[in-house]
């Protein structure tokens, strides 16, 4: 009989654990539904070596928001000078706003002369941050490097 009675309340503690993971993975899905907007402005040069800073405003449809300090260093074969204002991000596969902070992978082909415009989807493991925006200067080559959000 014990041996009887133990197996059922073994049963019973493992369909009752099965159970309540459930609701944990759900919010956990839930949880990774968050979508943020970045709304900045940026100005660079590149000589081989581009560097661009910046600031802008995260919000995101949780409630969560951050003003932020925005980055772009890496190197390639460049040369410009340009400005972007009113640029646009949108970042997908966060938990939470802590999620898009740090640095992006980036590669791209740029050119422009007078308008310049920019359109790039970067990647933090699996946070991804789509780019675009419109703006001024001249800018011709192909870089890689890391476009980098910390706050404010």
């Not at 944990?24 to 900045?40: G, I, M, N, T």
């Not at 995101?60 to 003003?67: H, K, P």
Request: proline share 1%.
């Amino acid at each position: 009989m014990i041996k009887r009675t133990f197996g059922m309340a073994a049963l019973v503690l493992a369909c009752a654990g099965a159970m309540s993971a459930l609701p944990v993975s759900q919010a956990r899905a839930a949880e990774a539904d968050v979508k943020c907007d970045l709304s900045f402005s940026l100005s660079g040069w590149s000589a081989i070596y581009k560097h661009a800073s910046g600031s802008g405003t995260v919000v995101c449809n949780n409630g969560q928001r951050a003003n932020v300090k925005i980055t772009m260093n890496g190197g390639g074969l460049t040369a410009g000078k340009y400005r972007i204002d009113n640029g646009k991000g949108d970042i997908t596969h966060v938990r939470s706003i802590d999620d898009v902070f740090g640095s992006y992978a980036q590669a791209g082909a740029e050119a422009g002369v007078v308008k310049s415009g920019e359109a790039q989807i970067l990647t933090k493991g699996t946070t991804s941050l789509a780019l675009h925006g419109s703006g001024t200067g001249v800018n011709l080559g192909v870089s890689v490097g890391a476009f980098t959000i910390t706050r404010r």
